[in-house]
Nanobody, 114 residues
Framework: QVQLVESGGGLVQPGGSLRLSCAAS????????MDWYRRAPEKDREFVAS???????NYVESVKGRFTITRDNTKNTLYLQMNSLKAEDAAVYYC????????WGQGTQVTVSS
């Protein structure tokens, strides 16, 4: 059974940074197309960033230059480095496989507030 466990969220002031992690068990993400999504209150889940099997990356326009998606194949873990956080980045963040997505994990809450 594949499990995705997101962590690293928390409360941060505007302009601050967080690094989110997504640990995968039961399936390798090292050669997989992986996505980060987020869902803000009363909004639909939104694509945030992706990384291809060859480590090409793509970002939603609103986070370009501030967020960086990476992965550590040895740890089977996906990361999202988030810098210069804004109030509008507050959401629950999720990761998943692009091809044959797995059941969503519980996500990790990011709160941006002074």
């Amino acid at each position: 059974q594949v499990q995705l466990v997101e962590s690293g969220g928390g409360l941060v002031q505007p302009g601050g940074s967080l690094r989110l992690s997504c640990a995968a068990s039961g399936r390798s993400l090292s050669n997989s197309y992986m996505d980060w999504y987020r869902r803000a209150p009363e909004k639909d889940r939104e694509f945030v960033a992706s990384i291809t099997p060859r480590s090409g990356t793509n970002y939603v326009e609103s986070v370009k230059g501030r967020f960086t998606i990476t992965r550590d194949n040895t740890k089977n873990t996906l990361y999202l480095q988030m810098n210069s956080l804004k109030a509008e980045d507050a959401a629950v963040y999720y990761c998943n496989f692009r091809v044959q997505p797995e059941p969503w994990g519980q996500g990790t809450q990011v709160t941006v507030s002074s």
